[in-house]
Nanobody, 121 residues
């Protein structure tokens, strides 16, 4: 069983930055595939960034602006978000699954409660 808690969301102006954190419980954090997803009002939950073999894989919409990282010693995953745009406004979720990370939300076993990110123009 894994419990995930996101933090770091907030209100920021376009062009600004935020850093999201995802703290995970459990002693086998390093064995789980991890990723960040987001859901805007009226839209489906979508892939933002995941780790594949310790390398970040990004949605085209955030590539070059967001950076995913994880610290297995601290059981924590991060999402550094730079050059934020109003279209990045959404609730951001971290997720974990047994095995390799994928870009498909239904394949994840565990989800955090989400953290709101709002980017004003």
């Amino acid at each position: 069983q894994v419990q995930l808690v996101e933090s770091g969301g907030g209100l920021v102006q376009a062009g600004g930055s935020l850093r999201l954190s995802c703290a995970a419980s459990g002693r086998t954090f390093s064995s789980y595939g991890m990723g960040w997803f987001r859901q805007a009002p009226g839209k489906e939950r979508e892939f933002v960034a995941i780790f594949i073999w310790s390398a970040g894989v990004y949605a085209d919409s955030v590539k070059g602006r967001f950076t995913i990282s994880r610290d297995n010693a601290k059981n924590t995953m991060y999402l550094q978000m730079d050059s934020l745009k109003p279209e990045d406004t959404a609730v951001y979720y971290c997720a974990a699954r047994r095995g390799l990370a994928t870009i498909w939300p239904p394949e994840y076993d565990y989800w955090g409660q989400g953290t709101q990110v709002t980017v004003s123009s």
